[in-house]
């Protein structure tokens, strides 16, 4: 586990770094997806990963915040969160929310592929298991509602039937 940390942190300002430069963009997309465990073949039936601790949602922010603009980014980010980063769901929420808050690209830009099926799938996950909680904490009720209307803008009706349920 800390090996594989140590190792991954090494990585990350090299990732931010190439995601900066211009010029290498050619296979920015593909690097940002391996980084952030999107072009791994897990086990399907998997939901966790014992390398992922409540103590690495610090990583995930950081780089959702630093490399946020690019949409393999948004995609890797929703993937994980589906799957094996799904202990990290209620602090994804915020992530994918600041990335679209700080990228107005997004809306008229084309999305990685199934980046819409995973972010369609973890609001319907988090908002089935967090009424209670989304009705009460302002900010959290306002993130989930920046997805949303980002996921109503791209055309998704689940998106709307979330947003009257929360509103």
């Known amino acids: 586990y800390d090996n594989f940390w140590l190792i991954w942190n090494t990585f990350k300002q090299k990732v931010i770094d190439i995601s900066k430069k211009e010029n290498n963009n050619w296979n920015v997309d593909k690097i940002i997806k391996s980084y952030l465990f999107a072009d791994i073949d897990w086990k399907e039936d998997a939901k966790e990963w014992h390398s992922f601790k409540v103590s690495n949602k610090r990583f995930f922010k950081e780089i959702s915040d630093k490399i946020g603009q690019y949409s393999s980014t948004l995609y890797s980010i929703s ?26 690209n997004y809306t008229d830009n084309e999305l990685e592929a199934n980046t819409m099926y995973y972010i369609e799938n973890l609001t319907r996950k988090f908002v089935f298991g967090n009424r209670e909680k989304i009705k009460m904490q302002k900010e959290l009720k306002d993130n989930l509602l920046i997805i949303l209307n980002f996921i109503i803008d791209k055309g998704s009706s689940v998106g709307y039937m979330f947003r009257e349920s929360i509103i």
Do not use: V
């Not at 094996?84 to 990228?103: A, K, P, Q, T, V």
């Open 79 to 104: 993937k994980l969160l589906n799957d094996r980063g799904s202990l990290y769901l209620e602090d994804g929420i915020r992530w994918i929310s600041d990335i679209l808050s700080c990228n107005e």
